[in-house]
């Protein structure tokens, strides 16, 4: 069977969703083609946050900001890190990054925000209700109103060639041609063992995938036909390793709400009329399902330990790497009573989800009870936690942790939320040969796209997955 469009887009995740719906939006007929069951890609598992200066929301607000400004403090983020960050690509999204907030909340994506964002300056952080699944619901209302076709469980198998322009995909159902172009939206390569091996910084090998179908298709298909990868060796293992608490066994009810409107508009509501202290509950058991500990409880004297009771890491550099290396592929954070009085009120707080709550060691308590441990003794608290009590007592008592009752909170996890390796593209997100001459017909956005965009914080991420799909589409579609 072999069908046509004016353009194809290989992945159904939140940059291919996007670049569906500018292609539509400007008249153009589009296909999207999806190996999984259903569309969502890694977008469908983020908590939805954005940051864009000069959206609608911020103007309404009263917030006086711009995509010059936000630029600015990306890359002085990025020199605080020491990570390399394309001035290109930052001003490409910096620019568009408010209109692409503005269309989404037009087709019914209801925003919380904007918010602070530390370090950054300005309330520009966009929050979406209730997260990452309600852009894909909206996305693909949007897409089926428009006339988008959606192939999903269909693997493309290769890029189709002739004269030196991409014309479409192969898949097992027969090819599919693109008259306009094709673009590529098909997400890292963070499950796939080989990739992650070959172009990763040593270190990373133990870090558990968020996305598990995250296996670096489009990269391979595009470096088939001559692409090249924007390799990133300043980014070590601890750049890469996120450590973080499992989502609990048991979801939340919060969280297995559906992203409809009238559930999502009185979320939005509620959220801004009633007491803080009605809705702080029920924030919390949506925002701590995967949060992790910051470094001012460490500096206060909690500790890492494995599961043989013994400090393994320096807590306040980056264990992330460390602890994919322990027994399991896991670690507790320990404490004393002295630190949880501390860590019980404002201004220490133990968590925090961006941008919409903080949480203390009472509220892990409460909301994570799956995951919290209380103890008399350091020997009673290693039988709680299957430990060599004898181990765990020294450990206890060599990092002057004294005031019983003694607490535990995992296992934390290192994760690999995504690997910053695309495609290498130019400013009109074409995809470049290895001497830099772009290839016709050829685009790439969000992840398959990166090609040197550093996602520096919470937001940049989403956002460079919309704002990349729907650009790659408008230039595709000019072609």
Same mark, same amino acid.
């Given at each position: 069977?072999?069908?046509?469009?004016?353009?194809?887009?290989?992945?159904?995740?939140?940059?291919?969703?996007?670049? @569906?719906?500018?292609?539509?939006?400007?008249?153009?007929?589009?296909?999207?083609?999806?190996?999984?069951?259903?569309?969502?890609?890694?977008?469908?598992?983020?908590?939805?946050?954005?940051? /864009?200066?000069?959206?609608?929301?911020?103007?309404?607000?009263?917030?006086?900001?711009?995509? @010059?400004?936000?630029?600015?403090?990306?890359?002085?983020?990025?020199?605080?890190?020491?990570?390399?960050?394309?001035?290109?690509?930052?001003?490409?999204?910096?620019?568009?990054?408010?209109?692409?907030?503005?269309?989404?909340?037009?087709?019914?994506? %209801?925003?919380?925000?904007?918010?602070?964002?530390?370090?950054?300056?300005?309330?520009?952080?966009?929050?979406?209700?209730?997260?990452?699944?309600?852009?894909?619901?909206?996305? #693909?209302? &949007?897409? @089926?109103?428009?006339?988008?076709? =959606?192939?999903?469980?269909?693997?493309?198998?290769?890029?189709?060639?002739?004269?030196?322009? *991409?014309?479409?995909?192969?898949?097992? !159902?027969?090819?599919?041609?693109?008259?306009?172009?094709?673009?590529?939206?098909?997400?890292?390569?963070?499950?796939?063992?080989?990739?992650?091996?070959?172009?990763?910084?040593?270190?990373?090998?133990?870090?558990?995938?968020?996305?598990? !179908?995250?296996?670096?298709?489009?990269?391979?298909?595009?470096?088939?036909?001559?692409?090249?990868?924007?390799?990133?060796? %300043?980014?070590?293992?601890?750049?890469?390793?996120?450590?973080?608490?499992?989502?609990?066994?048991?979801?939340?009810?919060?969280?297995?709400?559906? @992203?409809?409107?009238?559930?999502?508009?009185?979320?939005?509501?509620?959220?801004?009329?009633?007491?803080?202290?009605?809705?702080?509950?029920?924030?919390?058991?949506?925002? =701590?399902?995967?949060? #992790?500990?910051?470094?001012? &409880?460490?500096?206060?004297?909690?500790?890492?330990?494995?599961?043989?009771?013994?400090?393994?890491?320096?807590?306040?550099?980056?264990?992330?790497?460390?602890?994919?290396?322990?027994?399991?592929?896991? /670690?507790? *954070?320990? &404490?004393?009573?002295?630190?949880?009085?501390?860590?019980?009120?404002?201004?220490?707080?133990?968590?925090?989800?961006? +941008?919409?709550?903080?949480?203390?060691?009472? !509220?892990?308590?409460?909301?994570? #009870?799956? =995951?919290?441990?209380?103890?008399?003794?350091?020997?009673?608290?290693? /039988?709680?936690?299957?430990?060599?009590?004898?181990?765990?007592?020294?450990?206890?008592?060599?990092? +002057?942790?004294?005031?019983?009752?003694?607490?535990?909170? +995992?296992?934390?996890?290192?994760?690999?939320?995504?690997?910053?390796?695309?495609?290498?593209?130019?400013?009109?997100?074409?995809?470049?040969?290895? !001497?830099? #001459?772009?290839?016709?017909?050829?685009?790439?956005?969000?992840?398959?796209?990166?090609?040197?965009?550093?996602?520096?914080?919470?937001?940049?991420?989403?956002?460079?997955?919309?704002?990349?799909?729907?650009?790659?589409?408008?230039?595709?579609?000019?072609?």
């Amino acid at each position: 069977m072999r069908q046509e469009a004016d353009i194809v887009v290989i992945g159904g995740g939140g940059a291919g969703l996007a670049a @569906a719906a500018e292609a539509a939006r400007l008249g153009k007929t589009a296909i999207v083609i999806e190996k999984n069951a259903r569309p969502g890609g890694t977008t469908a598992l983020a908590v939805g946050s954005i940051m /864009a200066a000069g959206s609608r929301i911020q103007r309404r607000a009263g917030i006086e900001d711009s995509a @010059a400004q936000h630029a600015a403090e990306m890359a002085e983020l990025a020199a605080r890190l020491g990570i390399e960050d394309s001035a290109e690509l930052r001003q490409l999204f910096t620019e568009h990054a408010g209109e692409t907030v503005d269309f989404l909340e037009s087709i019914g994506v %209801d925003f919380l925000g904007p918010l602070e964002q530390p370090p950054f300056r300005v309330r520009r952080f966009h929050v979406a209700l209730p997260g990452g699944r309600a852009y894909v619901r909206r996305l #693909s209302q &949007f897409c @089926a109103r428009a006339g988008v076709q =959606m192939r999903i469980a269909c693997p493309v198998r290769r890029l189709l060639v002739e004269d030196g322009r *991409v014309c479409g995909v192969e898949t097992a !159902d027969g090819d599919v041609r693109a008259s306009h172009g094709v673009v590529l939206a098909s997400g890292d390569f963070s499950a796939d063992p080989a990739l992650r091996a070959e172009l990763l910084s040593p270190g990373t090998e133990g870090l558990q995938p968020l996305n598990p !179908d995250a296996t670096g298709d489009g990269q391979r298909m595009a470096r088939a036909i001559g692409a090249r990868l924007h390799l990133r060796p %300043d980014l070590k293992a601890a750049h890469l390793a996120h450590a973080r608490f499992p989502a609990p066994a048991q979801p939340s009810l919060i969280s297995l709400l559906p @992203a409809y409107r009238p559930l999502t508009l009185g979320m939005k509501l509620a959220m801004q009329w009633l007491p803080r202290s009605v809705l702080r509950p029920v924030i919390m058991a949506a925002a =701590m399902t995967a949060l #992790s500990p910051e470094r001012p &409880f460490f500096e206060r004297g909690a500790i890492l330990v494995n599961r043989r009771g013994e400090r393994f890491a320096d807590e306040l550099g980056a264990p992330g790497a460390d602890i994919s290396r322990q027994p399991e592929g896991e /670690a507790f *954070v320990v &404490f004393d009573d002295r630190i949880a009085r501390l860590f019980s009120a404002w201004p220490n707080y133990v968590s925090t989800a961006p +941008g919409i709550a903080y949480a203390f060691v009472d !509220d892990y308590r409460r909301a994570r #009870s799956d =995951m919290f441990y209380e103890a008399p003794s350091a020997e009673a608290l290693a /039988a709680r936690l299957h430990m060599p009590a004898a181990a765990l007592a020294a450990t206890i008592s060599q990092k +002057g942790l004294s005031e019983a009752p003694y607490y535990a909170m +995992g296992p934390i996890k290192a994760w690999l939320l995504l690997t910053p390796i695309g495609t290498a593209v130019n400013a009109r997100l074409q995809v470049l040969k290895e !001497d830099g #001459s772009p290839i016709p017909g050829l685009y790439a956005a969000g992840g398959a796209g990166q090609g040197g965009f550093t996602t520096t914080a919470h937001g940049h991420g989403l956002g460079w997955a919309f704002t990349s799909g729907r650009l790659a589409a408008r230039n595709a579609a000019q072609a």
